[in-house]
């Protein structure tokens, strides 16, 4: 932690004028309390440390970032652009950051999203020419992590319809591969999620039951499990982000299915929206905030409710707005960059000077045109 604060503040006070993107606000990424003393109830002792440990880092990583950045708009123009309005103001109004800004993640110009959707084949992905004539398509996307949730699809991939299929787009981040591990753990949750290679036998003893014995007469039980979903459970590996949006283009349905875990925006749910995608995703508070940008354009269901997320699947989409255009896009998103990049007081042309475009103005109302593509935001915290 003291070498990443030492960087920021080297390039901070290095650059003339400095704008920092905040695709996550650290000190409200924190464990709960009901989690740490479920660790120590189960003593887990040095879970439960660990855990306190990793909340403090992160505290003091974000207050010495805010910090320096008060510290520096003092004395040179100092921009911050968040993905939600709650954040704006958090940093504005308590951190006492003077100039934030805030828009969505965007990442698919309209036009290039349209070229997408129209190129898009199934020929394109080998395992999606083995499923049947007329298979209803369910993707997941994203690395392979415990926050993703992805558990949620496989549970509720058992209430709906034989002709349902859940595609997998995505693998293990490479900084999470270890060195001689058999299985990723999460990947070996998801399988056990879909009783895969699992005998009933197995599945009781991974679900605690101990103390079985099992005669020669019990042929049922190492048998392979009568809920085994391989053949509608997919993994279809790691693409690239144009792979990605083909795949979703294809999809009857994008599911989004993560825990809250204090994060400000996600790729998928934007690349989802942006390629024109049903997308029905859990109840976090990063995907409540991304709503306000794109009202009714998100379908919800409550953190892990497996069965609500079936019912919507299987209830088909809700009427389509007649204006499917997004407010907040990639040109939006240029403008927004543009104007931060710029010298105080003036503006690009089509759009208001600083003083007459306030921070927590709708980005929709600073539109210029033509821009095509956004920049791709700089990550610097």
């Known amino acids: 932690m003291p070498q990443i604060l030492r960087r920021f503040r080297w390039l901070v006070r290095a650059a003339p004028a400095v704008s920092v993107t905040f695709h996550t606000i650290l000190d409200q990424v924190s464990t709960s309390s009901g989690q740490v003393w479920r660790q120590l109830l189960r003593l887990n002792l ?137 299985r990723d753990a999460y990947i070996s949750k998801l399988l056990e999620q879909g009783h895969i290679g699992q005998s009933p036998l197995q599945a009781l003893r991974a ?72 997308v029905i995703a859990s109840r976090t508070r990063a995907f409540l905030q991304y709503a306000r940008y794109h009202p009714d354009r998100i379908e919800f269901f409550d953190i892990g409710n497996f069965a609500e997320l079936a019912r919507r699947i299987e209830a088909g989409p809700p009427p389509a707005p007649a204006d499917r255009r997004l407010t907040h896009d990639t040109t939006s998103n240029a403008a927004l960059y543009l104007k931060v990049s710029l010298p105080a007081g003036m503006a690009p042309p089509g759009m208001a000077p600083p003083d007459q475009a306030p921070s927590d103005m709708a980005p929709s109302a600073q539109r210029v045109e033509p821009a095509e593509a956004a920049p791709r935001q700089p990550v610097v915290a």
Do not use: W
């Open 207 to 278: 679900a605690g039951a101990t103390n079985l014995t099992v005669d020669g007469s019990a042929h049922e039980l190492l048998a392979a499990h009568p809920q085994d979903l391989h053949h509608r459970l997919h993994f279809m590996g790691v693409l690239d982000d144009t792979q990605f949006m083909s795949a979703m283009a294809l999809c009857d349905s994008v599911v989004v299915p993560y825990l809250e875990v204090g994060q400000s925006s996600s790729g998928p749910i934007a690349m989802a929206l942006e390629m024109g995608c049903r």
């Open 46 to 182: 040095v879970g439960a440390a660990m855990a306190v440990a990793d909340d403090a880092r992160s505290a003091m990583l974000a207050h010495g970032i805010y910090r320096e950045l008060r510290r520096q708009q003092s004395r040179k123009p100092v921009r911050i652009i968040t993905h939600t309005k709650r954040d704006m103001r958090l940093l504005r109004d308590v951190h006492r950051l003077a100039e934030v800004h805030h828009h969505p993640l965007s990442f698919v110009a309209p036009a290039q999203a349209t070229a997408i959707r129209e190129a898009a084949t199934q020929e394109a992905f080998p395992i999606l020419k083995l499923l049947p004539p007329g298979a209803k398509l369910i993707g997941t996307f994203g690395f392979l992590s415990p926050y993703k949730g992805f558990e949620t699809a496989v549970e509720a991939l058992r209430y709906l319809p034989e002709d349902h299929h859940l595609l997998v787009f995505g693998g293990i981040h490479p900084q999470a591969i270890a060195r001689g591990q058999p």
